[in-house]
């Protein structure tokens, strides 16, 4: 079992940056792929990139390419997403979540932290 505990969420002016954490319990968090994932009002869950167990490899989807960093430190158990450049269209509700190696999907998720990116 993995718990998950998002932060790091705000109000910021268009054009600046934002570090979200994710933090996990669990002895087995460093053998999970973890996600960051959003939903903005009245639109589907988004992905927006992933990282292995050993932060071997790294994953984001084309809107997010050069704007966001995903980065983990499993001592501390935490996954981040460093976000930069921040845009009014990327406010919406961040979650991060995590699956084990193999599975096909995400099986734990966290709560969610508000971004809201002002133009």
């Known amino acids: 079992q993995v718990q998950l505990v998002e932060s790091g969420g705000g109000l910021v002016q268009a054009g600046g940056s934002l570090r979200l954490s994710c933090a996990a319990s669990?002895?087995?968090?460093?053998?999970?792929?973890t996600g960051w994932f959003r939903q903005a009002p009245g639109k589907e869950r988004e992905f927006l990139a992933a990282?292995?167990?050993?932060?071997?490899?790294?994953h984001y989807t084309d809107s997010v390419k050069g704007r966001f960093t995903i980065s983990r430190d499993n001592a501390k158990n935490t996954v981040y997403l460093q976000m930069d450049s921040l845009k009014p269209e990327d406010t919406a509700v961040y979650y991060c979540?995590?699956?084990?190696?193999?599975?096909?999907?995400?099986?734990?998720w966290g709560q969610g932290t508000q971004v809201t990116v002002s133009s």
């Open positions: 990282i292995t167990s050993t932060a071997s490899s790294t």
């Open positions: 979540a995590a699956k084990e190696r193999l599975s096909p999907q995400y099986n734990y």
């Open positions: 669990g002895r087995t968090f460093s053998m999970y792929t």
